[in-house]
C-alpha cells in the first residue's frame, strides 16, 4: 500500500472505485455486458526487482544477466464471449 497526501491508501480508493463501478452497473442488462471488451498489460521482469526467487550459489560465484533486457510488457483482454489472445509488446 501506498500513502498518499492526504493519509488515505491508494488500494483502499482502488477497492472502492471498483465497488463503486460494480454497484453503478448492477443493473446494467446482458446486451450491454456483451458489448464490453475488458484490457489490461503488464511488465513482467525476469531479472531485478520484480524476480522474487532464492539460488542457493557456491561462494564467490558472480551472477549475471546473458542476452540483455531481462522484461516483457504483455497485453491481454477478455470480454463475455471469452478470453483474447495474449500479446506480447515491443
Known amino acids: 500500500m501506498v500513502e498518499q497526501p492526504d493519509g488515505s491508501h ?10 463503486e463501478f460494480a454497484k453503478r452497473h448492477l443493473k ?6 456483451n458489448r464490453i471488451l475488458w484490457s489490461d498489460k ?4 525476469l531479472f531485478g526487482l ?4 532464492h539460488v542457493w550459489r557456491k561462494p564467490g560465484t558472480i551472477t549475471t544477466v ?10 491481454g483482454c477478455y470480454s463475455a464471449a471469452g478470453t483474447g ?3 506480447r509488446l515491443e
Do not use: P, Y
Open 66 to 75: 546473458k542476452h540483455g533486457g531481462g522484461s516483457i510488457m504483455l497485453w
Open 28 to 33: 446494467d442488462s446482458q446486451t450491454m455486458r
Open 10 to 19: 491508494s488500494s483502499v480508493k482502488h477497492m472502492t472505485a471498483h465497488l
Open 42 to 45: 503488464t511488465k513482467i521482469e
Open 50 to 53: 520484480n524476480a522474487k526467487c
Open 85 to 87: 489472445r495474449l500479446v
